[in-house]
């Protein structure tokens, strides 16, 4: 291990190697380097079904590393700055979930903001662990769920010494950070671990300027989507470890539900985009920004638009901005952020990554060209020309304080009803809604069901939000507590 | 030794012609560009491999693209040519002393440059001071113009590559707002003949269609691009193509041509049943 440095990819050279022996294959996967499945080879290609095989001794074994898999995860221990960097292979949820099994057992308080991804609160249904929420702060002119102010933390703090967690999500999916250092400060000093949703963050690692990482603000855990602006294949990540996390102890946890036959595909693909990223991520998120911010700049001179940025630090709750992340505002032009992501998409052949009730994001990345930016600015500018009206009567409220009535996990697994929609408020819901992306619950189970939800399911159901999370498929019921 | 440039019109169908020898080859940012001397079509210019012009068969092209409209519009005076670093359109255009000015917004300055030292058939007109060149994406360009010309001809390479965005209904709304109340529109509209051709042709009928209210399709013979049989958009604000014009009128300029005439011009939006359908399904 010694010897091997960023340039290397241990599990990336031991499949070639593997390749090159041309090994006869007598055990899983059945395909038997894709000879077995030629439709699936046609369309995915020899050289990935060749590579789509089992641990073996060349190539380790995730739920126990000890060569290639552990060398890499060395590797990008290093990259990341942490004291230890797991594998993950089911996606970043996995991470989140075994960050917070690892903090709690049945029954521990965490202290979390509302506004976390449905991972968050399923690994609460997993454990039995108790929220403690946060409100996050909300801008009322753009509608959105804030950072966690440190003040709002530090009372939780007080009021619940024995929690056991902090848990922060840092940047949110619209590009906005806490004050991380100082919260970690506040949560170490009353001896409680720190974990991160870092899902939004893995070029603050590898960038310049960008705003401080989980691991430099000395968290404990950050869980690091490296499929997102990383470059590795859908459902890859990361969990990485501060030093005063026992590693052997969080294998343990992680080995509870990730898979025995972690896909070689995956763990290639973090692998080489670690060496990347690693060996090049400056440039690449140079250039990402300067994609980002000329965007930024022709959206906002379209007018009605409005593209925001680091403007909008105010030291707390927006203690810093990802300016990678190209958010709009969308509602002064009289159409909701879905909608905008619709039209983009039915109109003009443009896929974004999500759109809410008053904004849609962009995702970019060093994949794009400008000419695809031209594309989108002008598509946005055509929206408007064409669809913009007034902005009257568009509802802006997109973070809805909760109120928590019952733990989560009691309210998952008790008994249950389903009632119609719009005679549900009043009780207590059992299961989640959200509109995915972004996949932050409107409603989460053990929560009271309010007309001001209800309300706020049928906008978002009627603007053409994509809802999930219940039973009912057609979000026209919902299960509640009995 | 025999030389010789190919091109694939489809994976089962080549078009090759002889090269005398090859005059220029470089890369621009965006593109390789190369040119080359035959015996049988002078000299011609490829781009990333594709054929662009040649000097046998350009008149066709530009006669078409240019004439169409200046011949329908009553006063075009401000005009926005998008593409066409060859000169070709510019050309014609200059023809038009009514023309008071020419915006040219072609994305790559290395076409222009090296058309004007091996193209001189077309490049021959830059220096009208009616004309104003712009290197820029065409799509960034349009979306800062409104109400501003009389007559956009989008003189675009493919549906791919760097010219992919003059083929998208982005583009195709930025252009109906930078015109006047009464503008035209003509772009090349790509080949009804084989198939992949056929559906861009569609897919880029279906987005003028929707952004402007007329929109016709008419066609010209050109033997270098893949089948000889061409189409051109023709989408306005305000004219017919047919039905407002006036041939005579036109006559009366004195333009020479060697393709185009008032009695081609209403003949040439009569289409094939095939083409008329494969147009109808998308309308």
């Not at chain 2, 390789?32 to 990333?48: A, N, P, Q, Y």
């Not at chain 2, 662009?52 to 530009?62: A, G, P, Q, S, V």
């Not at chain 2, 209210?213 to 050109?222: D, E, F, G």
């Amino acid at each position: 291990m010694a010897e091997l440095s960023q340039v290397d990819a241990p599990i990336y050279d031991a499949l070639r190697r593997l390749r090159r022996m041309r090994v006869v294959p007598f055990d899983v996967p059945g395909h038997k380097r894709g000879r077995g499945n030629m439709e699936l080879t046609e369309f995915l290609g020899e050289d990935c079904m060749s590579v789509d095989v089992n641990s073996m001794k060349p190539l380790d074994n995730l739920c126990h590393p000890v060569s290639v898999i552990r060398d890499a995860e060395r590797l990008a221990a290093e990259a990341f700055g942490a004291a230890n960097a797991f594998f993950m292979v089911g996606g970043t949820t996995s991470a989140v979930q075994s960050m917070i099994m690892y903090a709690c057992k049945g029954g521990d308080k965490i202290i979390m903001p509302r506004n976390v991804h449905r991972s968050a609160i399923n690994a609460l249904i997993l454990t039995g662990a108790v929220p403690v929420y946060v409100n996050p702060d909300v801008n009322n002119q753009l509608g959105i769920a804030l950072g966690m102010s440190v003040a709002q933390v530090e009372k939780a703090i007080l009021e619940n010494p024995d929690a056991k967690a902090v848990m922060v999500n840092n940047p949110t999916y619209y590009g906005i950070c806490s004050d991380l250092k100082k919260i970690t400060e506040l949560a170490h000093a009353h001896g409680m671990l720190v974990l991160v949703d870092e899902a939004h963050g893995t070029h603050f690692y590898f960038g310049e300027d960008f705003p401080i990482t989980a691991m430099a603000a000395g968290a404990d855990c950050a869980s690091v989507s490296m499929h997102k602006s990383g470059g590795s294949l859908t459902q890859s990540s990361f969990l990485v470890l501060g030093e005063r996390v026992n590693a052997d102890y969080m294998r343990q946890v992680i080995n509870l539900t990730q898979t025995t036959s972690g896909s070689y595909l995956l763990l290639s693909s973090l692998d080489i985009s670690r060496k990347r990223l690693a060996l090049s991520g400056r440039e690449i998120f140079a250039k990402t920004v300067e994609l980002a911010e000329y965007a930024r700049k022709e959206i906002n001179d379209i007018g009605g638009y409005y593209a925001y940025s680091r403007e909008l630090i105010n030291g707390d709750s927006i203690y810093d901005f990802d300016v990678s992340k190209l958010s709009i505002y969308t509602l002064p032009i009289g159409l909701a952020g879905i909608e905008v992501y619709d039209l983009l998409r039915d109109e003009y052949d443009i896929q974004i990554e999500f759109g809410d009730i008053g904004n849609i994001l962009a995702y970019i990345s060093v994949g794009d060209r400008p000419r695809d930016i031209e594309r989108l600015i002008s598509a946005l500018a055509e929206i408007k020309r064409r669809f913009g009206k007034s902005e009257t009567g568009m509802l802006t409220q997109e973070y809805i304080s909760p109120i928590v009535a019952e733990r989560p996990r009691k309210a998952f697994y008790a008994d249950k009803r389903s009632l119609p929609l719009d005679e549900a408020a009043g009780h207590i819901c059992s299961e989640f809604v959200m509109c995915y992306p972004p996949g932050i619950p409107i409603l989460a189970p053990g929560e009271l069901i309010t007309d001001e939800i209800i309300r706020y399911i049928r906008y978002a159901k009627e603007k053409g939000c994509q809802m999930t999370g219940t039973e009912d498929i057609n979000i026209e019921h919902l299960n509640v507590l009995c | 030794m025999e030389l010789w440039f190919t091109e694939r019109h489809t994976p089962n169908v080549k078009f090759s012609i002889k090269v005398d020898h090859q005059l220029y080859s470089g890369n621009s940012e965006f593109q390789r560009i190369d040119i080359f001397d035959s015996k049988e079509f002078g000299r011609f210019l490829t781009l990333d491999g594709y054929m662009m012009l040649t000097e046998k068969d350009e008149f066709i092209y530009h006669e078409m693209i240019t004439h169409v409209p200046m011949a329908v519009h009553p006063n075009p005076k401000n005009i926005l040519v998008i593409g066409a670093g060859d000169g070709g359109v510019v050309r014609e255009l200059t023809r038009y002393p009514s023309v008071e000015s020419i915006d040219l917004v072609e994305i790559d300055e290395l076409v222009v440059e090296v058309c004007k030292k091996y193209l001189p058939t077309t490049a021959c007109r830059f220096g009208d001071p009616r004309v104003h060149v712009f290197y820029e994406d065409g799509v960034k360009f349009i979306r800062r113009c409104e109400d501003m010309y009389d007559v956009i001809i989008v003189d675009s390479t493919d549906p791919f590559g760097p010219g992919e965005g003059l083929f998208t209904k982005e583009f195709y709304g930025s252009c109906f707002k930078a015109l006047r109340e009464d503008g035209i529109m003509v772009n090349q509209h790509e080949s009804p003949f084989y198939d992949e051709d056929a559906a861009a042709m569609q897919r880029s009928h279906k987005r003028i269609v929707e952004s402007f209210p007329i929109s016709k399709v008419y066609q010209a013979h050109i033997p270098t691009y893949p089948s000889g049989h061409w189409l051109f958009g023709f989408a306005s604000k305000k004219y017919h193509p047919t039905n407002d014009y006036n041939g005579t009128k036109w006559s009366m300029k004195g333009i020479k041509t060697r393709y185009y005439n008032p009695r081609l011009h209403t003949g040439a939006f009569a289409l094939p049943n095939y083409v008329e359908e494969l147009l109808k399904d998308v309308e």
